[in-house]
């Protein structure tokens, strides 16, 4: 399985970005997927995941400004980011897991992107 992400840049604080992230591959072992986030001396955790069935789960901090969606036909999941605050500067990795079971831990997915920066600036 190959996740390819994008959609990462620059943007001033209140703004919006939408992240793409695109599997290929063995894709019938995509089941979960989740976008996680590492900021510099921060541990990577995760901001949102969806399961194949569409229950999502997201970090508190992200909740009512974030939405995962994902599209099963074109195996694709996205992240709309709203309301962007400097504290969301990070590097965002796209990951997904064989369980149809999401979980938080990032050691439990298999198979990760190369990650796109998302810059927020004040």
């Known amino acids: 399985v190959q996740l390819q992400a994008s959609g990462g840049g620059l943007v001033q604080a209140g703004g919006s970005l939408r992240l793409s992230c695109e599997a290929s591959?063995?894709?019938?072992?995509?089941?979960?997927m989740a976008w996680h986030r590492q900021a510099p001396g921060n541990n990577r955790e995760l901001v949102a995941g969806?399961?194949?069935?569409?229950?999502?789960t997201y970090q508190d901090s992200v909740k009512g400004r974030f939405t995962i969606s994902r599209d099963n036909a074109k195996n694709m999941v996205y992240l709309q980011m709203n309301s962007l605050k400097p504290e969301d500067t990070a590097v965002y990795y796209c990951?997904?897991?064989?369980?149809?079971?999401?979980?938080?831990?990032?050691?439990?997915?298999?198979?990760w992107g190369q990650g796109t920066l998302v810059t927020v600036s004040s």
């Open positions: 990951a997904a897991r064989p369980s149809p079971v999401l979980t938080i831990v990032a050691s439990t997915y298999a198979y």
């Open positions: 969806i399961e194949f069935s569409g229950r999502t």
């Open positions: 591959g063995s894709t019938v072992r995509v089941n979960s």
